[in-house]
């Protein structure tokens, strides 16, 4: 499996951006798929996750109400459309996958199998 994320940039506090994680070879409906971001001197966080199947969708809580993440199985593509961005959400954001857990278990970073090489996301204020 390999993962290809994209859509990052520079955005103004309260502006937008959305993410797009695409993915090659066997993606099967067992796959958790999430986005982790790491911020200057931090450590790597769980920010969203979905379970390629479908179902409740997972935020951390600093995220809830401004960000949405979403799959498209017909591309092969997973999103996060991050609305009212402020300062805080600085950071490389990763697309995540694994087959071993469902997202509702799976929320540090040593859960997920497949990374891809991240995107920055600047959000001046």
């Known amino acids: 499996v390999q993962l290809q994320a994209s859509g990052g940039g520079l955005v103004q506090a309260g502006g937008s951006l959305r993410l797009s994680c695409v993915a090659s070879g066997d993606i099967f409906n067992n796959y958790a798929m999430a986005w982790f971001r790491q911020g200057p001197g931090k450590e790597r966080e769980f920010v969203a996750g979905i379970n390629w199947r479908g179902g409740i969708p997972y935020y951390t809580d600093s995220v809830k109400g401004r960000f949405t993440i979403s799959r498209d199985t017909a591309k092969n593509t997973v999103y996060l459309q991050m609305d009212s961005l402020k300062s805080v959400d600085t950071a490389v954001y990763y697309c995540?996958?694994?087959?071993?857990?469902?997202?509702?278990?799976?929320?540090?970073?040593?859960?997920?199998?497949?990374w891809g090489q991240g995107t920055l996301v600047t959000v001046s204020s």
């Open positions: 995540a996958a694994n087959p071993r857990r469902r997202v509702g278990a799976a929320f540090i970073r040593e859960d997920y199998d497949y």
